[in-house]
């Protein structure tokens, strides 16, 4: 073996050393999540505050029944239900239109209009109808989610609890398909990589992050943070809105579940690769540094492994002499047998039970695939989402100032 081939071993080594480490890691961060479920704490209180459930719908007829079904079926007693169909071009206002004429606490509107310059559709109809409801708290949610009836209940105890004015949580992903259950937890992962928990929860520190599918926020920190025209302009308007509600000094409380709420974001590859794409862009601020460091990681700990296993059988195959490759193949065969327990834990993390680990591999490559996308969608500016064209000219975060002074603000206490 000549010494190039002993520098490279070495190195590798190296890269697989750091695998164990991350399972002991993602083990401990696990076990201190403490996820909330239907057993936990829950609100108990003869007047509770009046919640107002906000559900914007854009062609959601494949979902939407069941989300007002679960929305409709909370055991919260003070509960009012806002559906606002934003140019939808299917059935998603007929049923919208039937939850009405079953419950007197849904009400539905309808916006036939495109957004205006410098926003995007959802935060316009968010800002345009959230100042018409009642509630004293805001439950912000997607049509894609379904929500078990203690759920209200436990994030308002959870919200008492550690005092904050805004409160969400990482659900359950409901997978059906081959490619949502292999590339779904890992779209996931590289998110939360940008976001622990332990920094979100942890009132000192800056990092803010909500998750839209669910949040649950005092109207007082609403209205003192901006609402939605804050952040007009944030494809991923819920860690926006986060992070100027945490910019008033006010907790926000981010939290896992099990058995409580669960979602299912996208029902095709194509629908993963432009979702995730346009999440992880405007998550991390537009920032091509950012998505690059993002994909560095598992191009060099995870396609390492896949690279050097292929390149090993292939030495091997031409009669490579000496003993090189059969010790690239035995390092290369320890690295993914180290690498599965932490995949495991991540998959098992957001969809529970789940079979697919071992597609990891595939998984890895196609979240590169998301991750190049996002860069491209840093160099060119052009974001197309829910059949709108969002061009060049939309503003950057990070230069984007919102006119307004923010005024001081007591969370509405539970």
Not at 80 to 96: G, K
Request: proline share 7%; aromatic share 8%; net charge positive.
């Amino acid at each position: 073996m000549t010494s190039g081939q002993s520098t490279i071993l070495w190195i590798y080594a190296a890269l697989i050393a750091i695998w164990p480490i991350r399972y002991v890691a993602l083990k401990f961060i696990f076990r201190r999540a403490r996820p909330l479920t239907p057993d936990s704490p829950k609100l108990e209180q003869s007047a509770p505050p009046l919640i107002t459930a906000i559900i914007p719908a854009k062609d959601e007829e494949r979902t939407l029944d069941e989300c007002l079904t679960s929305v409709r079926a909370q055991d919260y007693p003070h509960l009012e239900i806002l559906v606002v169909d934003d140019r939808s071009d299917d059935r998603t206002l007929e049923i919208a239109r039937r939850h009405e004429a079953e419950d007197a606490r849904v009400r539905v509107v309808h916006n036939a209009e495109p957004p205006p310059p410098g926003w995007t559709g959802k935060t316009r109809v968010l800002d345009k109808h959230a100042g018409q409801t009642n509630g004293e708290w805001l439950w912000f949610l997607d049509a894609d989610t379904r929500h078990e009836p203690p759920f209200l209940k436990v994030m308002m105890e959870h919200a008492r609890t550690h005092g904050a004015a805004l409160v969400s949580i990482l659900p359950e992903l409901r997978c059906e398909t081959f490619w949502e259950r292999v590339v779904q937890p890992l779209g996931g992962v590289v998110l939360m990589q940008s976001f622990p928990l332990h920094k979100i929860n942890d009132d000192s520190s800056k990092l803010a992050f909500a998750n839209g599918q669910s949040i649950l926020v005092a109207r007082s920190a609403y209205d003192a943070a901006g609402g939605h025209k804050a952040v007009r302009d944030r494809f991923v308007e819920d860690i926006a809105l986060a992070h100027k509600v945490k910019g008033l000094g006010l907790p926000i409380r981010v939290a896992m579940t099990r058995g409580l709420v669960s979602c299912r974001m996208y029902s095709s590859l194509s629908q993963l690769v432009h979702g995730w794409s346009r999440i992880l862009y405007d998550a991390l601020d537009r920032s091509p540094i950012r998505l690059f460091g993002r994909l560095l990681d598992p191009v060099i700990f995870c396609q390492s492994g896949h690279l050097a296993l292929l390149a090993s059988l292939i030495l091997l195959a031409v009669g490579t002499p000496g003993s090189f490759p059969a010790w690239l193949l035995g390092m290369s065969l320890v690295h993914h047998a180290l690498m599965y327990p932490v995949f495991r834990l991540i998959y098992n993390a957001s969809t529970p039970g789940s079979r697919h680990v071992a597609w990891f591999p595939l998984g890895n490559i196609l979240t590169d695939y998301i991750l190049i996308r996002s860069i491209q969608m840093c160099v060119t500016g052009k974001v197309t989402w829910r059949g709108t064209s969002y061009g060049a000219s939309h503003p950057n975060p990070a230069t984007a100032r919102t006119a307004g002074d923010k005024p001081n603000v007591e969370t509405s206490r539970v």
